[in-house]
């Protein structure tokens, strides 16, 4: 992969800060992590991935291209929820960076999550085995060991994590809501339960205590969606996120498309008054669950003006070959494997006067 230097370089200040708003969505075809750049202030990571090749996370890699001193400007450490797709190499992040603050879901402050983390911590996670939740003890763990002790900052429904001394630019979290917190412990006993028995933890389906978050900047509003999905119940998910009158006011012109464009992460409410008529949007793929959709595409064409895509492995098409040519291939990719990874990079660059620019490396595509 090619990370986007020579894009944002210029942009770098001799201390390691941005002179200008930035945002770089990665997305390897599973998961996604995002790096956030304020001028004068330093930078926020959201949620983490590992570059294969490397085994360290593409955040901390990116910034040290940028700059020498771009790691020790980092601000705040962000984990929307404890999937694996989100969180890969974020402990690594914790020790390494000193600086950083970690914000993690208030639905996570409960003791069943910490004793699922502790039971999880005890065996290797093995293929198929999530291991979200051992990375979540491993970052408490490098957090405990700091002195002086960092305190761990709770993320939920309106709650303001970041301003800026400037009062220009402001991070707030939008979920997970109250009942989402009240409940999640019971979800955690019945994971805790079942780990005993088949020592796998397998997550729940619905993302109910991810964190989704709104960036106020000086001319535009970003909305990044995590994982939060669309329920029944009015108490939880987008719909709660859509009733809460204590939101921050005004309209998204961007935005990180929840869940991967999954249909389930869809509400019309949260287009039609939470994100102007003409935004631009940027997805990330899971593409072990064919995520994003061709018809998640069709539904997204309705609600947004561009799409973009940080990877593409899911939408290619199987080419029909020869069982010779097939095994011919086959034994090739085995010499060649990961020779290189295919991580996407969507760098979204915003100057002073409010204009800005969309770049995509190699793997990253405009779908509409
Ligand atoms: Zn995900
Ligand atoms: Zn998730």
């Not at 990375?135 to 763990?141: N, T, V, Y």
């Not at 009240?182 to 079942?194: D, G, Q, R, V």
């Not at 997805?283 to 003006?305: F, G, Q």
């Not at 990961?338 to 990079?345: C, L, R, V």
Request: with cysteine.
């Amino acid at each position: 992969m090619t990370y986007l230097t020579e894009d944002l370089a210029p942009h770098i200040c001799h201390d390691g800060k941005p002179d200008r708003v930035c945002i770089s969505i990665f997305g390897p075809g599973i998961g996604e992590s995002i790096l956030v750049g304020l001028p004068d202030e330093g930078w926020i990571i959201i949620d983490s991935l590992k570059n294969p090749d490397t085994k360290r996370p593409v955040t901390l890699e990116y910034l040290e291209l940028l700059h020498k001193k771009a790691k020790d400007n980092l601000i705040s450490t962000l984990a929307t929820h404890w999937h694996d797709d989100h969180i890969r190499g974020m402990s690594d992040i914790i020790r390494e960076c000193e600086s950083t603050d970690f914000f993690m879901s208030a639905a996570l402050n409960n003791d069943e999550f910490k004793t699922l983390a502790y039971l999880t911590s005890e065996f290797t996670p093995s293929k198929g085995m999530t291991s979200g939740v051992k990375e979540m003890f491993d970052i408490l763990a490098a957090l405990k060991k700091r002195i002086p002790k960092t305190k761990i900052k709770l993320a939920s429904n309106s709650k303001c994590l970041f301003r800026s001394s400037c009062g220009l630019f402001e991070l707030t979290s939008l979920s997970p809501s109250d009942a989402s917190i009240l409940t999640a412990n019971s979800e955690f006993s019945s994971l805790i339960a079942a780990q005993k028995q088949t020592r796998k933890i397998v997550p729940s389906s619905k993302n109910l205590d991810s964190v989704a978050l709104w960036l106020k900047t000086k001319h535009h509003n970003i909305l990044l969606g995590a994982d939060l999905e669309n329920v029944a119940s009015p108490n939880t998910g987008w719909k709660a996120v859509i009733s809460d009158n204590t939101k921050p006011l005004g309209k998204a012109s961007f935005v990180k498309i929840p869940h991967h464009g999954s249909q389930n992460a869809h509400n019309d409410d949260v287009w039609k008054h939470m994100v102007s008529s003409k935004s631009h949007s940027f997805v990330t793929e899971y593409s072990s669950s064919k995520l994003p959709r061709e018809r998640d595409i069709e539904r997204l064409k309705k609600h947004t003006s561009s799409l973009y895509q940080t990877s593409l492995s899911s939408q290619k098409k199987k080419v029909k070959r020869d069982k010779n040519v097939e095994k011919t291939i086959k034994q090739l990719n085995k010499t060649v494997k990961s020779a290189e990874s295919k991580i996407g990079q969507i760098l979204v660059i915003f100057d002073n006067e409010g204009d800005w620019s969309i770049n995509l490396n190699e793997h990253a595509k405009q779908i509409f």
